[in-house]
């Protein structure tokens, strides 16, 4: 018992640093965030790239949120096995937190409209939507219509940024006031200070591992690519998972075990007190059916190809757009030797000899694909955004570094000097 309330002490210290750590970095991040739908890809693109302060704070961010939600469930687990969730106004405060912090990843999802953001939306609302009676109401106002449209992304916007954090606040005030056992002033100054190191161990683990585990950013959101295959949040696999065994009757999802889940915790320091065996049961049989159904999810995506990040995407989209639009003139791999050459005669310059990447600077080069050059090579700004254009280049300068490549290695096999 006494390890319990140890350990419930330290996930609560976790979730206090972990929430007002959320809260500073989504001040900072809002001050370099666009919320509409034609800038807010291209302001989280440029925190990426940019790859300063943004990028760093956005992947504390992100990364962040997965943890306090986490430790939010450990915080509830071990009050309830410790059997302190009969300190009811505690329970119901810390129950409610829990939840405008699921409401906070739910809307923050949206954010970075790209296209896990956009097909994830509109799958979960898709999910809103089939419960009963109020849900096409809430799905019609959380969308702001029946379909994702322009003002769906203020919407959120300002339900992530605004409304939602200042319940939180809220509600946190009136649990460090609630007479729970667990006194967080007081943990913060001393009787838990170990816990308080740790997270602070944590926090300084985390900042040094931004860098390598940036979060997450996909394509722009493409509104018309129905084929996307969204995946949402690794703590809401089991959700999705449940929701292939109810597709014949959707509400069950949408309705009865949010209202049924959600009912027995709040009614939990009402019903009579039980033994541990009980606790035990009832916590361990939940894990379970988490995992089991984390893992299930898990073990059927893994056939699913593998999620590109922007800029794997944008390359693998240039080699396509490559064979499509610029394989006739300069060849499979750009030694300009395309079918077209010969039928018409054309001088199509080799584009894998390093010595046209030394020369030409890169605006001269966008220039030519966006606008054409000579009699012969046509313009493409009409077809190619200027993103697509500088992925295109990118993937033409890597081609020919991989020529170049392996022409030296050739050369070295063959005992030829380079
Ligand atoms: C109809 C044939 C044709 C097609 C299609 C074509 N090109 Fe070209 N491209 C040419 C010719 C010819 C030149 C040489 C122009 C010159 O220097 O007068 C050229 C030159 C270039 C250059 C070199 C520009 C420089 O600064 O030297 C680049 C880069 C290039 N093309 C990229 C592309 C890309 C990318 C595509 C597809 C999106 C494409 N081209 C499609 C014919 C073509």
């Known amino acids: 018992m ?41 302001s989280v693109l440029y925190w990426r790239q940019a790859g300063g302060l943004g990028a760093l704070l956005r992947g504390f961010h992100f990364h962040l949120s997965s943890a306090l939600v986490v430790a939010g469930f450990a915080y509830l687990l071990l009050t309830f096995l410790a059997d302190r969730h009969h300190e009811r106004k505690a329970w119901w405060l810390g129950l409610t937190l ?35 009676g109020i849900g096409p109401t809430v799905a019609d106002a959380l969308r702001g219509g029946p379909l994702l449209n322009a003002s769906t992304l203020p919407r959120f916007y300002t339900l992530h940024a605004s409304i939602l954090p200042l319940v939180a606040v809220l509600l946190l005030a009136l649990l460090l006031r609630s007479g729970t056992r667990w006194r967080p002033r007081a943990a913060l100054y001393s009787a838990t200070a170990p816990w308080l190191a740790l997270a602070l161990v944590a926090l300084a683990a985390s900042y040094l591992a931004a860098p390598h585990w940036p979060a997450p950013l996909e394509l722009p959101a493409d509104p018309t690519d129905s084929e996307y295959i ?103 791999d750009g030694s300009g030797d395309g079918p077209q050459t010969r039928a018409f005669d054309l001088d199509v310059p080799d584009l894998t000899q390093e010595k046209i990447w030394l020369e030409t600077q890169v605006e001269e080069m966008r220039a030519a694909i966006r606008d054409g050059k000579g009699e012969d090579m046509p313009a493409f700004g009409r077809k190619l955004s200027p993103e697509q254009i500088d992925a295109m280049i990118d993937y033409l300068e890597t081609q020919s570094r991989f020529e170049t490549q392996s022409r030296t290695e050739q050369n070295r096999s063959k005992g030829n000097p380079t």
């Open 230 to 332: 969204p995946r949402p949040e690794w703590y809401f696999l089991w959700l999705f998972q449940f929701g292939k065994y109810v597709e014949s009757a959707p509400w069950v999802r949408s309705l009865l075990l949010p209202v049924a889940g959600l009912g027995l915790l709040y009614a939990l320091p009402l019903l009579r007190r039980r033994g541990a065996g009980f606790r035990i049961a009832l916590a361990g049989g939940w894990c379970l059916a988490w995992s089991a159904l984390t893992g299930l999810a898990v073990w059927q995506d893994r056939e699913l190809p593998p999620t590109l990040m922007y800029e794997q995407a944008m390359r693998v989209q240039a080699g396509e757009q490559y064979q499509e639009h610029c394989y006739d003139c300069h060849g499979e």
């Open 2 to 42: 006494k390890l319990l309330l140890l350990l419930r002490a330290a996930a609560g210290t976790l979730c206090l640093v972990f929430l007002l750590l959320l809260l500073a970095s989504g001040w900072a991040l809002a001050a370099g965030y666009v919320p509409s739908e034609d800038e807010a890809f291209a």
């Open 98 to 132: 829990y939840l405008i912090v699921i409401a906070l990843c739910f809307t923050g999802f949206l954010l970075p409209m790209d296209q896990n953001a956009h097909w994830g939306t509109v799958v979960r609302l898709g999910i809103v939507e089939t419960s009963p």
